[in-house]
């Protein structure tokens, strides 16, 4: 149980276009979910709280209006990343939170390149 | 605030050795910990958690964990090392309203045949 699937894995597009990331909790429901970004050989850095039916909340230094979140459902949350430049390039990580736990279940990651 | 401080970016142990991974944190409430693990290319595993409940907290994989909270540690440990254990290790601290979880730098552990 409690799996979180991302999609696509690995994605290549070109300075200018947008990508789209999708979340999904398999098989649990989760209010809360989380999108981090990773630097090679570095750790998680905390992007935005997401949250079903409501407006993600971004850490601080994060565009909100480059990094688009939407938590349409209660099992899949988007992260847009529009006009993508080659410095955001990373390993982009989600996390889902079951209601009433206090445990984050990871995605599996997805590698942006931008060329 | 909370934040984790992990001592080593790199450790490198014989394969049937101790490993000891060390960690403390901060935090001005009741904390959470974690310690996860990540292979390459991959996302994070949840090894174990402490949640308040016992202190010596065993995991996945043999791993296991003790909280002491005169100490401010979490540090992670397993008896005997597998190459399979190589991999990079991120303590997390959590448990404010948020649910927020603050990552550690990680710590890459090495195995030594």
């Known amino acids: 149980g409690a799996v979180v699937s991302q999609h696509p894995s690995r994605v290549i597009c070109k300075s200018g276009t947008s990508v789209k990331i999708e979340c999904r909790s398999l098989?649990?429901?989760?209010?809360?979910m989380f999108w981090y970004r990773q630097f090679p050989k570095q750790s998680l850095m905390l992007m935005a709280t997401?949250?079903?039916?409501?407006?993600?909340?971004?850490e601080q230094g994060v565009e909100k209006d480059k990094f688009l979140i939407n938590h349409a459902s209660l099992t899949l949350s988007t992260l847009t990343v529009t006009s993508a430049h080659p410095e955001d390039s990373s390993f982009y990580i989600c996390?889902?939170?079951?209601?009433?736990?206090?445990?984050?279940?990871f995605g599996p990651g997805t590698r942006l390149t931008v060329t | 605030a909370q934040s984790v401080t992990q001592l080593g970016s790199h450790v490198s142990v014989s394969e049937g050795a101790l490993v000891l991974l060390r960690c403390n944190y901060s935090s001005s409430v009741p904390p959470y910990l974690f310690w996860y693990v990540q292979y390459p290319n991959q996302g994070l595993q949840l090894l174990l958690k402490y949640t308040s409940a016992a202190t010596l907290v065993k995991g996945i994989n043999g791993f296991e964990a003790e909280f002491k909270k005169s100490e401010t540690s979490f540090h992670l440990t397993k008896p005997s090392a597998h190459m399979s254990d190589a991999a990079e290790y991120f303590c997390?601290?959590?448990?404010?309203?948020?649910?927020?979880?603050?990552f550690g730098k990680g710590t890459r552990l090495h195995i030594l045949p």
């Open positions: 996390s889902a939170m079951p209601g009433g736990m206090n445990e984050q279940y």
């Open positions: 997390a601290v959590g448990g404010n309203r948020d649910d927020k979880i603050i």
């Open positions: 997401s949250n079903e039916g409501s407006k993600a909340t971004y």
């Open positions: 098989d649990f429901q989760a209010t809360t």
